[in-house]
């Protein structure tokens, strides 16, 4: 399960304006690659409460990997689109990672 920071920039320190908050798994026998079921939960300013959520598949050592956005509520009700991650910086040591979204999304 995962409950992580959703900040601006990719400072630890950075604004946050919500969290991160879902599962994943490991779901490949010939890679590290994950099935994400995940919603970007909003914290801050016109999107509080409102959420984004993200069900796809995370090869965590490619460049660039899309996730489908495949709904969303309040704000984002009816959502749909792609986020793009890509990772900022991993901590082998602690297992820490940061991870840049950019998120892309139709909704009313
Ligand atoms: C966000 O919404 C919650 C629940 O309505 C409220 O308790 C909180 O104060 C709000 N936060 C901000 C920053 O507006």
Do not use: W
Not at 26 to 55: D, H, P, R, V
């Amino acid at each position: 399960m995962i409950d992580d920071p959703l900040t601006v920039r990719p400072e630890v320190n950075s604004e946050q304006v919500g969290r991160a908050q879902g599962i994943y798994a490991s779901a490949s026998q010939s890679e590290i690659s994950f099935l994400m079921a995940f919603n970007l939960f909003f914290t801050e300013g016109k999107y509080n409460g409102s959420t984004l959520s993200i069900l796809g598949r995370n090869s965590i050592f490619s460049g660039i990997r899309e996730m489908p956005v495949v709904g969303g509520s309040g704000l984002f009700r009816f959502a749909r689109g792609y986020a793009k991650a890509k990772t900022y910086m991993v901590n082998l040591k602690t297992n820490d990672a940061i991870v840049e979204y950019d998120v892309y999304v139709f909704h009313y």
